[in-house]
Every structure is written in structure tokens, then in C-alpha cells.
């Protein structure tokens, strides 16, 4: 076992460990912190398979985030009031219907907004991302059928079959279980043919289709996995904080995910859990300091773009073994 | 629907256009001279927003504040250019998303610690208050002219600047070949800090001026920053007369978008339904613009050479 399969070992469990101890003693809001690491780490991951793994610096996950946790919402809000929306279709309060009609609707999107935006590259693609964010952001805002710029409640959290996801612990396992399963999925997808080849159209992508690949296809099949993965994590953070708004969809949710990459480790497996970690972590105990925590936020994070690349991952693990 | 009323929102929209002009002139040259892409550019028109409402408070004169706006941004410019943006040159733009990110956090968080959180407000001139009289028999405020009048004279400043002097051809030549440029003997890192500074200054600039028909407030410069992105983006990016036509485009299809389109849709679907609706895809209009330019050019409409 290498020193980054021990790390990323250690860190699944203490994640795990984390919110067991903090049930035994009564801590319930630690909980609550860990499954809000575990989600994070999970949107973050979907980012990381476009962005560490594709090169392709999305500065718009942000609506994939927001669809899913809109997904969560409006799916609820249906069934509860007992309204039909669109075709008929009744809403649903269980988590696996819910993610699946998440995933979709952001695979979908993704291959909208994918076409138009991989026809770009670089600073040109970052900002189309982000444009892109900000119109669904904008028509989150200004469509009033769904509360608008108010955002919209879930009054009960949706259900996990045979769990009771109104209990913390059981929610954070929920949450952890998926973002298990992702990371599993992430490292499969890394080590399979279709990820060497994403890996190589990073590296160069004239290279890749000067031997009879072609990088818009395989490119766009990652973004569309990235957005769906994210949405899954805006589903499950919906129900986390049982309330859905159009501030999941705004630029700062985008720019955060980022940071959570790079504050882990750009395209490593568990960079996006470290980063995460180390954010949530970070947001806790400035904010218990002092009010401005933003602003030595900031100064963290300029000095570890400056002076720690790698991130994370980078100073425990060593350098990542593919450039 | 007037013909007085068209124009007066035309005008605003050609208003916005050369506010936009101003933001993007700056991120533009930024973007085309050093390679890089600057977020906090909107924390520089907020610097720029704060130090004119600041300095009139104190003398009671805009036009200090305004000579204000202009030496703070382009000091704060300078300042984030040696301290930070300068390291960041040779890095990917990954990275460079990332650091000025961090640096609208500090921003943002260090103005608010200074003003507190209460919008401050900006009192138009009394040499610019009042209105003019407009074919068709509109009054158009006189502040919002000048303001336009404003927008044409940088813009055809910095035209000359870099057309016709010594500057402006150092800054051509470092858009064309950075490593040549610094060959031939130009001390590129005080060009560097030039064209940061004077970008920074422009977005002070267009902050002031805003500052008296809105809020100045903590995050004011968010959503023009965004703007300005998209502009670039269809103007082409590094292209500052892009810059120009791309702002007016925003500037003007945003505005009378939402203008006309809530008209347009009463004659498809019932009024109370055509006001959300119409608001909902004039929000979204500018970017609908922009995907679709993209589609077409995917380096905009006047893409640089580099």
C-alpha cells in the first residue's frame, strides 16, 4: 500500500469515526458539520473528474448543484401538496427518486450547456461556464412559481428507504455511503480506458487526435458525468439544510467547489475530501473567532494558491504520480 | 409604448453600455497584455465606488471624490498587482481564478470591516442635476448623459493611447510577444503594473460614477464584473475596440430586453403571465447572446491575434 492509499484510507475513516464518537457523546452538530464535509466533498468530486481529470476548469458546476438541490425541492414540494406537475407526475419524497430525476436533468443540461461551452477552450470556457451559471441564476431569481429569489422550504426531509433520515447519523451515512460509492466510481472511471484518454486530452489534445481520438466527445462525456455527480450532491444538500434558495446557483457556490479541489489537490481521489475537510473546518473555527473570517479566509487561500501547490494531498502525500 | 420612452430606455441601455466599456477596457488589456484573468477586477470598482463616496462625504465635493476614485483604484490596483497578481503570471489560469478569488473574499470582507455594512449614498453633482429635453418630448436625466459623454471620451482616449503613443505601442507589443518585448530592453514588469494600474482606474472610475445613481455597497461590483465577462467574451478577448462593441451589445440588448420583451409576450400569453415571464428571459437575454456569438465565433467577434 503506497502512502496515498493509506492516507486516502485514514481519511474514509475518520469521517466515519468522526460522527460515531460525536453520536456517543452527544454532539449532534458535529454531525451535522461531517455530513456537510461529506456533500461538499461529493459536489466537489463530480467537479474534480471535469476539472482534475479533463482539465476543463467548469466556474459553473454551480448550476448542476443548483438543479439537483431544485430537483430535491420541487419534487417534494409536489408530493406534499399533492399537486401534479409536468406530465402528470406526482413529486416524489424518496432520496433514490429524487437523484435519479437529479441526475438526469443535469446530465441533460450538461449536454446543453457542454456543446455550446467545449467549443472553447480555456479562459473562454471558464467564463462561458460561468455565464451560463448565472443564467440559471438569474431565471432562479425571476421565475416566481418556485419561491423566487425566497427560495423554497422542504418541510419534511425526503426519505431513504428502511432509514429514518430525520435522524442526523442516519442522513450522514446516507451521504457518506454515496460519497463512497462516487469516489469508488471516480477511481474506476480514472483507471479505465475512457480515463486514460480524458487524462491524455489534458495533457495534449492535438497529440490525442493526431492518433485517431477525438477530445470533443470524450470531453463532453465527462463534463456530463461531472454535472451529474454535482447534482447528486445538491440534492442531498437541499435536504440537509431542508431549504433550497438561487444562492446554490450563484458564482460563489462555483468559485467554492474550486477551491475545495485545489485546497485538496487538484485530480487526486480524495482531494475533494481533504479540501473539503479542511474547509468546513476552517469556516468553523474563524467563524467561532471572529466575524470578518472571510476576509483571513481569503489570505489562507491566496497563500495557498502562492506557496502550497498541491494543496492538501500534495504536503501529505508527495506529488501526484501523473503529471 | 412611446417613442419617448423607447429612446429614454435606448439611452439607458447605451449608458450601461459605456459603464460596461469602462470594467472591460481593463480586464480586457489585463487579460491580453499578461495572459491573465483577473475576478477581483469588481472589488477595484468598488474600491472605486467607496473612495469617491468617502472623500465627498468629507469636502462635500464630487469631483474630489471622483479625482479620489480614480488614485485609490489605481492604487489598490498597483498594490494587488505587486503583491499578489504579479506571482501569478506564469501559473495556469486555474490558479489564477483561485488567488484573485481569494482576493474579492478579502476585498469584500476588509471594505465591509472599514464602512460597515449600511450602503452609502452619493449625491449627484448640482452642476449635473436636472434633465434635458429629448426629441419626442422626454426629459433624460443630465447625470446619465454625462455619464454616456463620459464613457465616449475614455474610450476615445484610450484609442489614441494605444494607437498613438509610446504606451500604448509597448502595450500593443506586449499582446503580440510578451518574451520579444522584454528582449529588446522594456522593463516589462513596470509595463505590467501600468496597464494593471490603469485598468483598475477605469473600473474606479465607472464604480464613482455608478455609485451616484445606485448604492455603494459591499458587492456592487459582482454583477458588473459578470457583465464585463460576457463582454469580453463576445468582443473577443485582448480586444479592446471587442470591449466597445461587445459593452454597447450588453449594454443595450439587456436593457431594452427588458423593456420590450414583457411587451412582446402580452400578445402570446395573458399580462399577468407575460411580466414573470418576460423578466425571467430578459435576465437570461445577454447570455443567450452571448452562447449564441460563441456558437458562431468561439473566440468572439474580434478575436486578438495571440
Known amino acids: ?323 | 409604448m412611446t417613442f419617448a420612452l423607447a429612446l429614454e430606455q435606448l439611452l439607458n441601455g447605451v449608458q450601461l453600455g459605456f459603464m460596461l466599456f469602462l470594467m472591460a477596457a481593463g480586464l480586457t488589456l489585463v487579460f491580453g497584455v499578461m495572459g491573465l484573468i483577473n475576478l477581483a477586477h469588481g472589488s477595484l470598482y468598488m474600491v472605486g465606488a467607496f473612495a469617491c463616496a468617502a472623500v465627498a462625504a468629507a469636502t462635500g465635493s464630487f469631483w474630489l471624490g471622483l479625482a479620489a476614485s480614480l488614485a485609490f483604484a489605481a492604487g489598490a490596483g498597483a498594490l494587488m498587482e505587486i503583491t499578489v497578481i504579479r506571482r501569478l503570471y506564469n501559473r495556469d489560469h486555474l490558479e489564477q481564478v483561485l488567488a484573485t478569488y481569494a482576493l474579492i473574499l478579502i476585498f469584500s470582507e476588509g471594505t465591509r470591516w472599514l464602512f460597515g455594512s449600511f450602503p452609502l449614498y452619493l449625491d449627484i453633482p448640482p452642476l449635473l442635476q436636472g434633465a434635458v429635453s429629448l426629441p419626442g418630448g422626454a426629459q433624460y436625466p443630465l447625470y446619465r448623459l454625462a455619464i454616456i459623454i463620459t464613457g465616449a471620451l475614455v474610450a476615445g482616449g484610450l484609442y489614441l493611447l494605444i494607437s498613438r503613443t509610446r504606451l500604448g505601442m509597448r502595450i500593443r507589443a506586449g499582446e503580440s510577444d510578451r518574451e520579444m518585448i522584454a528582449a529588446l530592453g522594456v522593463d516589462i514588469r513596470t509595463l505590467y503594473t501600468l496597464v494593471f494600474a490603469l485598468g483598475a482606474a477605469l473600473a474606479g472610475l465607472a464604480g464613482a460614477m455608478v455609485g451616484a445613481i445606485q448604492s455603494v455597497q459591499v458587492g456592487m461590483g459582482e454583477p458588473v464584473l459578470i457583465f464585463a465577462f460576457v463582454v469580453i467574451i463576445i468582443g473577443g478577448i485582448g480586444s479592446i475596440k471587442g470591449a466597445f462593441v461587445g459593452a454597447l451589445t450588453v449594454g443595450v440588448v439587456d436593457t431594452m430586453g427588458r423593456f420590450l420583451l414583457p411587451q412582446i409576450l402580452t400578445l402570446f400569453v395573458s399580462p399577468a403571465d407575460a411580466k414573470p415571464m418576460g423578466a425571467a428571459i430578459a435576465s437570461m437575454l445577454i447570455y443567450l447572446v452571448m452562447a449564441f456569438i460563441l456558437a458562431v465565433k468561439p473566440r468572439g467577434l474580434f478575436p486578438a491575434q495571440a
Do not use: C
Open chain 1, 1 to 323: 500500500m503506497n502512502r496515498e492509499v493509506s492516507i486516502n484510507a485514514a481519511m474514509a475513516l475518520a469521517l466515519l469515526a468522526v460522527p460515531i464518537i460525536a453520536l456517543q457523546i452527544g454532539q449532534t452538530f458535529t454531525i451535522t458539520l461531517a455530513t456537510r464535509i461529506a456533500i461538499l466533498a461529493l459536489a466537489a468530486t463530480g467537479l474534480n473528474l471535469a476539472l482534475g481529470l479533463g482539465g476543463l476548469v467548469s466556474f459553473g458546476h454551480a448550476a448542476f448543484f443548483g438543479i439537483g438541490g431544485y430537483a430535491a425541492g420541487i419534487l417534494s414540494a409536489h408530493a406534499l401538496s399533492g399537486e401534479p406537475m409536468m406530465f402528470g407526475f406526482e413529486g416524489s419524497q424518496s432520496m433514490p427518486v429524487i437523484w435519479l430525476v437529479a441526475a438526469v436533468l443535469a446530465g441533460l443540461i450538461g449536454l446543453g450547456i457542454g456543446v455550446v461551452s467545449l467549443r472553447t477552450s480555456g479562459v473562454y470556457f471558464i467564463m462561458i461556464t460561468l455565464a451560463f451559471a448565472q443564467m440559471i441564476f438569474y431565471f432562479a431569481i425571476s421565475w416566481p412559481a418556485y419561491g423566487g429569489e425566497d427560495g423554497l422550504s422542504i418541510a419534511v426531509r425526503n426519505g431513504f428507504p428502511g432509514l429514518n433520515t430525520m435522524r442526523p447519523m442516519e442522513f450522514f451515512l446516507v451521504a457518506y455511503g454515496l460519497l463512497m460509492l462516487t469516489l469508488g466510481l471516480f477511481s474506476l472511471i480514472r483507471s479505465s480506458r475512457f480515463g486514460a484518454a480524458l487524462q491524455a486530452v489534458r495533457q495534449n489534445d492535438v497529440r490525442v487526435a493526431s492518433i485517431g481520438i477525438k477530445p470533443f466527445p470524450i470531453r463532453l462525456t465527462a463534463f456530463v458525468l461531472s454535472a451529474m455527480i454535482t447534482a447528486l450532491a445538491g440534492a442531498l444538500y437541499a435536504d440537509l439544510n431542508r431549504f433550497v434558495s438561487p444562492s446554490m446557483f450563484s458564482w460563489h457556490m462555483s468559485g467554492e467547489l474550486i477551491v475545495l479541489i485545489i485546497l485538496g489537490g487538484t485530480g487526486r481521489l480524495f482531494g475533494p475530501l481533504a479540501g473539503a475537510a479542511l474547509y468546513v473546518i476552517l469556516e468553523f473555527v474563524l467563524g467561532g473567532m471572529t466575524e470578518r473570517w472571510q476576509f483571513f479566509l481569503g489570505l489562507i487561500l491566496l497563500a495557498v494558491v502562492l506557496f502550497a501547490r498541491g494543496g492538501v494531498m500534495g504536503l501529505l502525500a508527495g506529488k501526484a504520480r501523473h503529471g
